[in-house]
């Protein structure tokens, strides 16, 4: 097989060589003010809170007019956001006004109200379950972005609010040399070789997300060793709701260049299937989307549409 995909690899090396040896320190803060807090809709989760939480962590506060405990958290919460000053923003969802939402968090095992979910880099994680005091609401928080730090979700330090100066940042450092090394074993087809070396990079820095994206590639490169690329498109085409065959077929068309394809096929095995399957299907395209550059078009697109299926 022509392994398309490879040639996003030697992109990102490019990239990075470049990158290297001029490239500017920090980078530019989104335009224009963040609010604190932001009321959302089932229309308008996917931009407010799905999309918003690329560039600034989100908690979600799913609440509704009869909870008692709710009117206790709320207005905690909204201090709190406001006192972050942009640094994180609070998201307010009404499950009565908003049913698809409130199936959705009925559908991640959650009964009850209050309930605030965290959202960082487009990834939902359950966060507190059940009204608080404020002391303990602040801790909370404060210890939620330690573990999301430690996870290589967020940067060190404080979540970075709008208005930041990035001269004032640190300046960027060097590109790895065992980076450079791992992807030219890639590129040279030694897949145990760059393997090594881009576990090597990961056990070091477990945030390190082009060692993450070369691994990534490394696997799928192992997964397509030995398919029948027509086999596989066939039999996946002969069982649209099967997750194995689905997922298989997406790596051929990875590696044969169909990046669209692969992700669209994905995407509607998202919607067509259900928990474990469905789980599993999420994750396979998440691990495709870190084979190509962060800032291709076709990740951004697909990841609204996968974002749409979910939500």
Not at 146 to 162: I, N, S, T
């Amino acid at each position: 097989m022509d392994l398309g995909a490879r040639q996003a690899a030697a992109k990102k090396q490019q990239e990075r060589r470049a990158q290297a040896a001029n490239a500017p320190a920090g980078a530019a803060p989104p335009a224009g003010a963040v609010a604190a807090v932001v009321d959302v809709t089932d229309q308008t989760f996917n931009a407010e809170v799905v999309e918003r939480s690329q560039t600034v962590p989100v908690l979600v506060d799913f609440w509704a007019e009869w909870c008692g405990p709710c009117k206790q958290l709320g207005p905690i919460l909204e201090k709190l956001a406001a006192e972050a000053a942009g640094s994180w923003v609070l998201a307010k969802v009404d499950i009565d006004a908003n049913p698809q939402l409130a199936q959705y968090m009925q559908q991640m095992g959650v009964r009850g109200i209050p309930f605030v979910a965290a959202v960082v880099g487009g990834q939902l994680l359950p966060f507190l379950n059940g009204a608080a005091p404020e002391p303990q609401v602040r801790q909370a928080i404060d210890q939620l972005f330690d573990a999301l730090r430690k996870e290589g979700l967020l940067p060190d330090g404080p979540p970075p609010g709008p208005g930041a100066d990035p001269a004032a940042g640190p300046a960027q450092p060097p590109v790895d040399p065992l980076l450079l090394e791992a992807e030219d074993a890639l590129q040279n087809g030694d897949l145990d070789l760059a393997a090594e070396k881009f576990q090597a990079l990961l056990a070091a820095n477990p945030r390190d997300e082009d060692a993450a994206g070369g691994l990534a590639l490394v696997e799928l490169s192992r997964r397509v060793r030995h398919l029948d690329a027509n086999q596989a498109v066939a039999a996946a085409e002969a069982a649209p709701a099967d997750a194995a065959k689905q997922t298989a077929a997406a790596d051929v068309e990875m590696v044969t260049g169909q990046v669209d394809a692969a992700f669209a096929r994905l995407i509607a095995a998202v919607r067509r299937t259900a928990g474990d399957d469905r789980e599993a299907v999420r994750k396979h395209l998440l691990d495709l989307f870190a084979i190509l550059p962060p800032d291709d078009p076709r990740v951004g697109k697909a990841r609204r549409a996968l974002q749409s299926a979910l939500f």
